[in-house]
């Protein structure tokens, strides 16, 4: 019994270190062609979803499929910000967000990821800070994790922008994902098979 009991925790051991991401955030690579998913501040704001965008310094396309979000549709006097909020994946320990983005001029970016409680309080926030990235390039956002504590009743993601040099606020994002971790349907069918293996085995022996 005792060589039984490890073996299936040995198992369980190899199939928790093999996992793989379920997204969770809607849209989060603008792949709608639009806002969907997203509240826009301050209303009518210039942020789109765009196939393309030109820039001072040439023309932006998206980091992964056809579209990605802009904030610089248009002149704009102050910060922008795409926020979107849900529920789905709260039963997990933690929530992890990564994704893409671009900034021109030293114009910052921002992403902050929340957790709510159920008056809208924040329970939990971690942040990327403002960063930058050289003119058209597109760099990896730092990822952000985040555990769910106790009292959750919401995440919420903002993608911000605000302006440095001009009227613009050149941000832009692409690839942003919300995801939480499982094992993977493969693992948990080994796992299940050698489960029924070690009880044959075991099953033999006895007789």
């Known amino acids: 019994m005792k060589n039984f009991t490890r073996a299936v925790a040995l198992l369980l051991l190899c199939s928790s270190s093999s996992a793989f991401a379920i ?3 809607v849209n989060g690579g603008a792949e709608f062609g639009d806002l969907t998913g997203w509240t826009l501040t301050p209303t009518g704001a210039p942020a789109s979803a765009v196939m393309n965008r030109s820039q001072f310094s040439g023309t932006v396309g998206p980091f992964e499929g056809d579209w990605f979000f802009t904030f610089a549709n248009a002149p704009h006097p102050g910060p922008i910000v795409l926020t979107q909020t849900g ?15 671009q900034t021109e001029f030293g114009d910052p970016a921002e992403v902050v990821l929340s957790i ?25 956002l730092p990822t952000l994790a985040v555990s769910v504590p106790a009292g959750a009743a919401a995440w919420m993601v903002e993608l911000r922008g605000d302006l440095n040099f001009s009227t613009f606020v050149n941000t832009h994002f692409d690839g942003i994902r919300l995801v ?11 796992l299940g098979a050698g489960l029924l293996g070690l009880g044959v085995m075991r099953r033999r022996r006895a007789a």
């Open 23 to 25: 997204p969770i955030l």
């Open 116 to 140: 709510l409680d159920g008056v809208n309080d924040v329970l939990a926030s971690v942040t990327t800070g403002p960063v930058t990235t050289s003119n058209l390039k597109w760099e990896a």
């Open 180 to 190: 939480v971790g499982v094992p993977e349907p493969a693992t948990l069918g080994l």
């Open 87 to 101: 529920t789905a994946g709260l039963g997990a320990p933690g929530l992890v967000l990564d994704g893409w983005f």
